[in-house]
């Protein structure tokens, strides 16, 4: 029997995060998820549980240093060496910026960069020191391209991409696979469904992009051979003009 391995979904929403730690569950991974609140996770675990897997959920505020080092300290000792961690905060807000106050923009780059540094950091920790695993960062086509109204969260995922830029760089040596995605295009949600039904309505011809086929391409990176690294890959529906 294989040594039993974790993989870590910071931010498992009910769309791309949710569909992510399913599919490394469906691996044999024991899979811990996390949200602001430990109730919204209940249908995710259920699902997990429910198709054979091993999940465990959390509570945590991820911009918190102190729970974001309890939380790794506690898989490592109590659940299973961490393999994967993907970061998967989004933070996407829309302001004008003469109405961006300067507690939007901390919030905006608290959730979408500096939690990224912290979970980050603590799964360097963990992993340097056996030389294997892998950390994937979620981006978005605000990670390469500022546009009107989304001056926070362009600048927060500015940030996130050099973040994995500056990791992969200094890790991949190390035996560390770093990696980071840009998600350019609408996905299916029930969000997208309520606020933009025309956007939607394209999931019949494949033109929103399929949380369950963004987890594919997770694992994909994660089963990567490492002469064969990929650090940045970007997915978008055929139809979605280049970012």
């Known amino acids: 029997?294989?040594?039993?391995?974790?993989?870590?979904?910071?931010?498992?929403?009910?769309?791309?995060?949710?569909?992510?730690?399913?599919?490394?569950?469906?691996?044999?991974?024991?899979?811990?998820?996390?949200?602001?609140?430990?109730?919204?996770?209940?249908?995710?675990?259920?699902?997990?549980?429910?198709?054979?897997?091993e999940a465990h959920g959390f509570g945590a505020d991820a911009r918190d240093e102190d729970q974001t080092v309890a939380l790794f300290e506690k898989i490592e000792t109590e659940i299973a060496p961490l393999?994967?961690?993907?970061?998967?905060?989004?933070?996407?807000?829309?302001?004008?910026?003469?109405?961006?106050?300067?507690?939007?923009?901390?919030?905006?780059?608290?959730?979408?960069?500096?939690?990224?540094?912290?979970?980050?950091?603590?799964?360097?920790?963990?992993?340097?020191?056996?030389?294997?695993?892998?950390?994937?960062?979620?981006?978005?086509t605000a990670s390469i391209r500022g546009a009107s109204g989304f001056s926070?969260?362009?600048?927060?995922?500015?940030?996130?991409?050099?973040?994995?830029?500056?990791?992969?760089?200094?890790?991949g040596p190390q035996g560390i696979h770093v990696a980071h995605t840009i998600i350019d295009g609408a996905i299916d949600t029930e969000w997208i469904a309520r606020n933009f039904p025309q956007r939607h309505a394209l999931k019949d011809q494949d033109g929103i992009l399929n949380p369950d086929h963004i987890a594919d391409a997770y694992w994909m990176i994660h089963s990567q051979p490492r002469d064969a690294w990929t650090h940045e890959l970007d997915l978008r529906p055929w139809m979605e003009k280049m970012a």
């Open 1 to 53: 029997m294989p040594e039993k391995r974790s993989a870590l979904i910071v931010g498992a929403g009910d769309a791309t995060g949710g569909a992510i730690a399913c599919r490394f569950a469906r691996e044999g991974y024991a899979t811990v998820v996390t949200r602001r609140e430990l109730a919204s996770l209940g249908p995710l675990l259920e699902k997990i549980r429910a198709d054979g897997g």
């Open 152 to 171: 926070a969260f362009s600048g927060a995922k500015f940030a996130l991409r050099s973040l994995a830029q500056s990791m992969a760089r200094e890790l």
């Open 83 to 140: 393999e994967a961690v993907v970061f998967n905060i989004g933070a996407n807000v829309n302001f004008p910026i003469r109405e961006t106050t300067s507690r939007v923009y901390r919030k905006v780059w608290e959730m979408a960069a500096f939690a990224g540094f912290l979970a980050g950091r603590e799964a360097a920790k963990a992993m340097v020191p056996r030389g294997c695993g892998t950390i994937i960062f979620t981006g978005a």
